[in-house]
C-alpha cells in the first residue's frame, strides 16, 4: 500500500466530514462512522428520536460518494415485494404479445435507507436480511445481485413501542455498527437553528465516486493485521458471553454475548479507521475505539441487568475497561 494511496484515503476523511459539516451541525463521530462502516462493507443502525436529522445524514452522505439513494418507509403494511420489486404483466408493443416484466424495487440501490425498521413485520425484515448479508434478493424463483457498493443505514426510534416489531437477535447481529444520535449541545442547536432558518441549503459536490469507494473497500480487506490485535477482538468478543471464563460482571447480568461475527466485525472496522486516519496497519487503540458501536447491539441483558437499569452500553464499558 503506497503512501499516495494512505494519504488520499486520509484526505477522504477529511474532505467528508467537511462537506458534511456545511449541512449537518454536530454528529461529527456518528458521520465518521457510519463513512468508517461503508468503506468496511458493513451496515449502520441508527437509534434516535426523530429530529435529529439521521435521514438528512444519510441522505448527504450519499451524495457526497455520488451513490444511487432509495429511501423505504417501513410500515406494518410494507411487503417485500414492495422493497425488492415485481413482475408486471406488459403488453410488447412489436408482438402485440402480453409477457411479465420484473421492475426493480427501492432495495437496488447503492445506499438505502430503512426508515423506522421495526415498524414492519418480520417477514418483511427477513427479506433485508438476505440482501444485507449476501449482496442479492430471490424473487420468482431469480436470484438477482444487488449493485455495488451496497450500504444500508437504517434508523429505529428508542421511545414509540406500540405497533413496533422488535428486531431480532439474527438481523441485529448483520448491523456492522449500531449507532446512537443524540441531542444537540446547546451551542450546536443554536448554529443549527440558525443556519438553516436565514439560509438556502449549500450545494454540495461529490467527494469521492462508487470506483473510488470500490478501492478503499479493497484496501480495508488487503490490510495486514498482527496477531496480537487479533487476539484482542476475539478476547473482547469471548468475554462477553456468559461461562465460567468470563468476568463476573458477565455472569451476573448478561444472558446472551456477542458471537464470532462480533471478533470479525471488530477486525473489518479497526482496519478500515487506520485506513482513514493514513495508518499502514490496525492497532489495538482501533480495535478499542470501535468496540462499543460493534458489541452494543449483541450484548442482550438478563433480568438482573435490566431490573439493576443496566444498558449493553455500560457491559461494553466495563468490558474495555478490564482489556486495558
Request: hydrophobic fraction near 45%; proline fraction near 6%; charge should be negative.
Amino acid at each position: 500500500m503506497s503512501e499516495k494511496m494512505l494519504r488520499k484515503a486520509g484526505e477522504v476523511r477529511k474532505r467528508v466530514l467537511e462537506e458534511l459539516g456545511r449541512v449537518i451541525v454536530g454528529q461529527t463521530e456518528i458521520m465518521e462512522q457510519a463513512l468508517l462502516a461503508l468503506i468496511a462493507r458493513g451496515h449502520c443502525l441508527l437509534i434516535g428520536v426523530p429530529g435529529l436529522a439521521k435521514t438528512l445524514m444519510v441522505s448527504t452522505l450519499a451524495q457526497l460518494l455520488d451513490l444511487k439513494f432509495q429511501r423505504i418507509q417501513f410500515t406494518p403494511d410494507l411487503m417485500p415485494a414492495d422493497m425488492i420489486g415485481t413482475d408486471i404483466l406488459q403488453d410488447d408493443p412489436e408482438t402485440g404479445e402480453r409477457r411479465f416484466e420484473f421492475f426493480k424495487g427501492p432495495v437496488f440501490a447503492n445506499m438505502l435507507l430503512a426508515d423506522e425498521i421495526n415498524r414492519t413485520p418480520p417477514k418483511t425484515q427477513a427479506a433485508l436480511l438476505q440482501a444485507m448479508q449476501e449482496r442479492e434478493v430471490t424473487t420468482g424463483g431469480r436470484t438477482l445481485v444487488l449493485p455495488q457498493p451496497f450500504f444500508v443505514m437504517a434508523t429505529q426510534n428508542p421511545i414509540e413501542q406500540e405497533g413496533t416489531y422488535p428486531l431480532p437477535e439474527a438481523q441485529l447481529d448483520r448491523f456492522f455498527f449500531s449507532l446512537r444520535v443524540q441531542y444537540p449541545s446547546l451551542e450546536e442547536e443554536q448554529r443549527m437553528v440558525r443556519m438553516t432558518t436565514s439560509m438556502a441549503p449549500p450545494r454540495l459536490e461529490p467527494v469521492l465516486t462508487v470506483e473510488e469507494i470500490l478501492e478503499l473497500q479493497e484496501m480495508v480487506w488487503r490490510m495486514p493485521v498482527a496477531d496480537h490485535v487479533i487476539e484482542l477482538a476475539v478476547e473482547l468478543a469471548r468475554k462477553s458471553r456468559p461461562g465460567k471464563d468470563a468476568p463476573d460482571f458477565i455472569r451476573d447480568y448478561v444472558s446472551w454475548g456477542a458471537g464470532p461475527r462480533a471478533s470479525q466485525t471488530l477486525i473489518y472496522a479497526a482496519k478500515a479507521r487506520a485506513l482513514l486516519w493514513s495508518r499502514r496497519y490496525a492497532s489495538e487503540e482501533d480495535v478499542k475505539a470501535v468496540t462499543m458501536p460493534v458489541l452494543g447491539h449483541r450484548i442482550l441483558l438478563n433480568y438482573r441487568g435490566e431490573a439493576e437499569g443496566l444498558k449493553a452500553e455500560d457491559i461494553v464499558q466495563r468490558l474495555l475497561q478490564a482489556a486495558s
